[in-house]
């Protein structure tokens, strides 16, 4: 029995995975608290996000052509693997909950004081349900589209900011004491990163699964590549503000100025990013509901969209209880809570997977 | 819900008339030897029409053999008919002094081999073909003691002749469109296209209008799955009539219930040529001047015959100001809307001052000005293509003046709503297949871009890409070669490269042969003496 029939491309990974690690990263920059080596502190934390695909991808390699919810059955057995797998959901829909708040939040601050939250939330989310309604196909084809737009975008907002940066923000460099810097970059590595280890449960769709990790790592590349130059950026910007200021990227596009025509066009580059929530979303949404509809053994996981959709929302709402404890959340406590869904399942499967030598019969040993 | 109700509603239907064409074709009546049974059955048939002829008559040389010839006034060429028919039957047969009259079957063969003068000739035996080709236009012969009819296709009716198309427009190449004459159009097509491979096949639709229709693609470069497919489709519509291709794209589409048309159109043959030569099928509908083709991406709304016979960069050019002018006509009135109620700090202080007081006493909140504004223009429009020419100019006179004019110094509608709406109205223009989408989607943003600004404008965009992203026609995704991508397909999207660098047929089309041309096809400055190449 199939629940997905669709088939990605791995270009089409690639796209998936640099709008979902742009996801809420261009609202809220990583590398924060390292101050102005935030640059060098995402390029750490792209490196860890790199190992740590490489693990997720070597499972998925092995295991070609099924979802973590799969693979983690025939690891552990029926019954562990149906509660490893509970656990791994819930990572995957707390994370969404959390990347909405982020954007409702952000929107109810800076965009629409006036608008209530519940409203902006309750459009991306219906927009995110009926993409995952049409299947992961639909939702690659998008990022095809929506990504290229997203990263031209980012690019006339460097080239745009050029004029007011201070390059002498950016010294001295390498001033943060390392155990900062560290935790710093592993907090770039937690968020956004290591996140995609969400795609566990899109890699068993891809074509051509041999050529899956590169994709993978191409997109964390290209990714984390672009959000290095914004970290560096915003700090050559906006200087010490960087650290104090919520979404320092918001604030450094309402510095651009062009002939005093174009000013204050923060909103378009804002509001493009909503893109990339929805793909961060919907593949977070979409990992929920077919692995639920894989635990339980569902003839279709359209059917429970609609319910896993409004208990999503609800978490939003409820989860925290300011923008300001979002935050705190995001930079002490999630590097940790995240640890093990992030490094602990896909490593502690492959490790068994290896011992077990599993699978017996067909697919290749990485 | 809606869609739910009309599955249901169109299954019944479906139901219905299978029911009912069970009844129809249950038993095929043989002609038998007796010419007056025959007749009297043909009569029962058609009824007591006017316009149905039955000429009775003697043929054989000596006068003794009863028979009849039957036709529809109208429908076929009376010169043919008297000279080429009854003519040589009546006169010519009694000429011959062999007495072939003894035997009657042998009689037929001997009129069907020596006597008519014309091209295609059918022998039927059963009453239910003689009747429908009488009805489509054929003459029939029947004689007495032969149990077989002689179907001739006698055609000749009033038509068009062939004019210039007038919807798709172009300053270079060929001028001629479709008429309603399905063999004139597929004559056409086969006058582009000499290859032996194109194949025309012909079905009937239609339990009462029996409708002529015919597939035209070529064998060897078709995926054949897609004809299939096609072919399944066609036949499994069962309508009363077919009255138009129109009705025909509405009973073979993969989303009947989207917005967007997945079934491409063209009333030249040209154009039609072209996609078949891409690996398409085209659909003729007799009585229809437009021919459908199949499959049809999103990307062919903005591609124009003229494309191809201009000079590539200013083809391509011209692709960029259509896509922009589909994007103006969709979201300039959204955006306005947004800009003013939501978003004031992006426009320039001078801009804003100017377009503030221009809009001071204006009643109307600025999102329903909009809507308002915009279902007047679209009032105007239909009014001006409906009504009889010679009104033309009232509407125009009362619509520019009157309205546009006098609504802003009353004060009822800001001047700048107006400019911006002109404007809408002038790029909906530009691509003119993607006009009525243009208008239905551009309502659908401005009203929730009057809800809730830029934000708005972008979450419907992005439900809109996501819907795109999941039409299929014909199970070709909508929006390929962009999406899923296929670089090479890229020449005739954004750009329109040159002629001599598009070597392969769109590979979403999934051609069976994909190579179009050698791929050394750029020409070259001949050689000079030296042996460089030189250029110009």
Same mark, same amino acid.
């Given at each position: 029995m199939l629940l997905e029939k669709g088939k990605i491309s791995n270009f089409q990974l690639s796209a998936l995975i640099i709008g979902f690690v742009f996801g809420s990263s261009v609202i809220i920059s990583p590398g924060?608290?390292?101050?102005?080596?935030a640059w060098i502190a995402v390029a750490l934390g792209l490196m860890e996000g790199l190992l740590i695909a490489w693990i997720f991808t070597a499972l998925s390699k092995q295991f070609k052509g099924k979802t973590i919810i799969e693979i983690s059955s025939l690891v552990y057995g029926k019954i562990p693997g149906k509660c490893i797998s509970v656990l791994f959901i819930w990572y995957l829909f707390h994370l969404g909950a959390m990347v909405l708040n982020n954007y409702v939040r952000f929107f109810k601050l800076e965009?629409? @004081?006036?608008? @209530?939250k519940i409203v902006i939330l309750l459009l991306i989310m219906l927009i995110c349900a009926s993409t995952v309604g049409r299947g992961i196909e639909v939702l690659a084809r998008c990022s095809v589209i929506l990504v290229p737009l997203t990263v031209l975008i980012a690019f006339t907002d460097i080239l745009l900011v050029i004029p007011h940066m201070d390059l002498n923000n950016l010294k001295p460099v390498l001033d943060v004491p390392i155990g900062i810097l560290l935790w710093a970059a592993h907090g770039a590595a937690s968020f956004p990163?290591?996140?995609?280890?969400?795609f566990l449960m899109v890699l068993a769709f891809v074509d051509k699964p041999e050529k899956g990790p590169s994709a993978v790592s191409g997109g964390l590349l290209i990714a984390g590549f672009i959000l290095i130059i914004v970290a560096a950026r915003n700090t050559a910007v906006l200087g010490q503000m960087d650290e104090i200021v919520n979404y320092p990227s918001f604030l450094n596009a309402q510095v651009i100025d062009i002939g005093d025509m174009l000013t204050r066009f923060e909103v378009v580059v804002a509001i493009n990013l909503i893109a990339m929530g929805f793909i961060k979303v919907a593949v977070l949404f979409y990992g929920t509901v077919l692995g639920l509809a894989q635990v339980f053994n569902l003839r279709s996981y359209r059917t429970i969209i609609l319910p896993v959709g409004i208990l999503m929302a609800i978490l939003t709402c409820t989860n925290v209880g300011s923008t300001l404890e979002m935050f705190d959340f995001a930079k002490n406590a999630y590097p940790i809570y995240a640890v093990p869904f992030q490094i602990g399942i896909p490593l502690v499967t492959l490790i068994v997977a290896k011992l077990r030598k599993l699978p017996q019969t067909g697919g290749d040993k990485v | 819900m809606l869609g739910l109700l009309l599955k249901k509603l169109h299954f019944q239907r479906k139901n219905q008339n299978s029911k009912k064409a069970s009844v129809q074709h249950s038993s095929p009546i043989c002609l038998s030897k007796n010419l007056d049974e025959n007749l009297q059955l043909l009569k029962e048939a058609l009824g007591q029409s006017s316009d149905v002829i039955i000429r009775d008559m003697k043929i054989s040389s000596n006068s003794n053999v009863d028979a009849a010839i039957i036709y529809i006034d109208g429908l076929v060429d009376r010169n043919l008919v008297n000279h080429d028919i009854l003519q040589p039957l009546m006169l010519n047969l009694q000429l011959i002094k062999e007495n072939v009259s003894q035997n009657h079957s042998s009689l037929i063969d001997f009129i069907k081999s020596s006597v008519l003068t014309v091209g295609q000739i059918i022998v039927a035996d059963d009453i239910d073909r003689v009747i429908s080709d009488v009805l489509a236009g054929h003459t029939a012969i029947l004689v007495e003691g032969v149990t077989q009819a002689l179907l001739i296709d006698a055609k000749g009716w009033k038509s068009r002749s062939l004019e210039e198309a007038?919807?798709?427009?172009?300053?270079?190449g060929p001028r001629i469109g479709f008429n309603e004459t399905l063999r004139t159009n597929t004559a056409l097509l086969r006058r582009i296209i000499r290859d032996p491979r194109l194949t025309i096949e012909s079905l009937q639709i239609g339990e009462r209008s029996k409708t002529e229709i015919a597939i035209v693609y070529i064998k060897g470069i078709i995926k054949d799955s897609l004809i299939d497919e096609i072919e399944q489709r066609l036949k499994r519509i069962s309508a009363?009539?077919?009255?138009?291709v129109g009705y025909i794209e509405q009973y073979i589409e993969d989303n009947p219930l989207s917005v967007f048309s997945t079934i491409g159109n063209s009333e030249r043959p040209d154009v039609t040529a072209a996609r078949v030569l891409e690996g398409r099928a085209a659909i003729l509908v007799d009585g229809s001047p437009f021919a459908l083709t199949v499959p049809m991406l999103f990307i062919e709304g903005f591609q124009s015959p003229e494309d191809y016979y201009a000079r590539p960069h200013y083809a391509s050019f011209l692709r960029w100001i259509r896509f922009l002018a589909f994007a103006l006509s969709v979201y300039l009135p959204a955006i306005y809307v947004a800009l003013m109620s939501f978003?004031?700090?992006?426009?320039?202080s001078p801009l804003l001052i100017t377009v503030a007081a221009a809009k001071e006493g204006i009643p109307l909140p600025v999102g329903i000005e909009a809507i308002f504004m915009i279902i007047l223009f679209e009032i105007l429009r239909e009014a001006g293509l409906r009504m009889p020419r010679t009104l033309g100019q009232a509407v125009s006179i009362v619509g520019a003046l009157v309205i546009g004019q006098s609504a802003v110094s009353a004060g009822l509608v800001g001047a700048p709503m107006v400019v911006v709406l002109a404007t809408t109205a002038i790029a909906s223009f530009v691509a003119p297949s993607q006009a009525d989408l243009g208008a239905l989607l551009r309502i659908l943003v401005v009203i929730v871009a009057g809800f809730l600004g830029l934000f708005g404008v972008v979450i419907i965009s992005v439900e809109i890409l996501s819907y795109l992203a999941s039409l299929r026609s014909l199970g070709v995704p909508y929006l390929s070669p962009v999406t899923p991508l296929d670089i090479r397909s890229l020449k005739d999207t954004f750009i329109r490269a040159p002629l001599w660098a598009m070597d392969s047929r769109p590979a979403s089309l999934d051609p069976n042969d994909t190579r179009r041309q050698s791929p050394d096809q750029m020409p070259q400055a001949p050689k000079t003496k030296s042996g460089k190449r030189e250029r110009q």
């Open positions: 924060g608290g390292a101050g102005h080596d965009v629409y @004081p006036a608008t @209530p990163f290591a996140e995609t280890i969400a | 007038k919807n798709e427009l172009a300053i270079r009363d009539a077919i009255l138009d978003h004031q700090e992006l426009l320039p």
